[in-house]
Structure formats: structure tokens, C-alpha cells
């Protein structure tokens, strides 16, 4: 589902297959984690072939939970279909979003 590699003392974190409500929830849970031991988590889209809105809405849980505790969270390597859903609903303006992972990272 998804897998972390520290970087820096910033954690990456890429996803892959689906995002729905059911692996949405266990990654929310997973990324939540890591910001007991990092302020900056990078979540990486590039192994992501599905995402519906109900993954959607655990991605913008997850983001007002990390706002909640003053840490940042970066999204990055999306695909033109997840970009299009972001800048469609307006959240491409919420959220911290780059092209690559170094940019993210940078």
C-alpha cells in the first residue's frame, strides 16, 4: 500500500495502487505517524493508478490533522487524472503540491 524512506530527517512516503476510503484511511493513519518523528512528510503519488473521492476526503482529513499539529505535508509525482481532480475541486490551492519529489524535497 504504500512505503516510507527517511530523507534527510524528512520522511517520503509512496503510495501505490488504489487510494479509496478503506486504503485512504490506513494511509491517513500510517502518514499521521510519521509526524511523531518528522515535521515534514513528503507523499509521493507516482504508484497511484486509482483515487475516488472518498481517498479524496482522507487526504483532506489527513491535511487538516496535520494542520492541527503545525507540521507540513507536501504531495508530489501525481498523475495528470489526480492533478486534474485537485485543481478541479480547488484543492490544488490548499494543498503544498509539486512535480517531482525533489522539488517537494527542496
Known amino acids: ?26 494511509l491517513k493513519k500510517g502518514i499521521l505517524d510519521l509526524f511523531n518523528s518528522s515535521s515534514c512528510v513528503v507523499v509521493s503519488f507516482k504508484g497511484v493508478v486509482y483515487m475516488n473521492s472518498s481517498g479524496l476526503r482522507e487526504i483532506i482529513d489527513l491535511l487538516k490533522s496535520v494542520n492541527k499539529l503545525k507540521k507540513e505535508l507536501k504531495l508530489c509525482e501525481m498523475s495528470a487524472d489526480i492533478r486534474e481532480m485537485f485543481t478541479f475541486t480547488g484543492l490544488d490551492k490548499v494543498f503544498k503540491i509539486y512535480d517531482t519529489q525533489a522539488q517537494a524535497l527542496g
Request: a negative charge; glycine letters at 16%.
Open 1 to 26: 500500500m504504500f512505503e516510507v524512506q527517511d530523507n534527510g530527517g524528512k520522511k517520503v512516503v509512496f503510495v501505490k495502487g488504489e487510494v479509496n476510503a478503506q486504503t485512504g484511511s490506513e
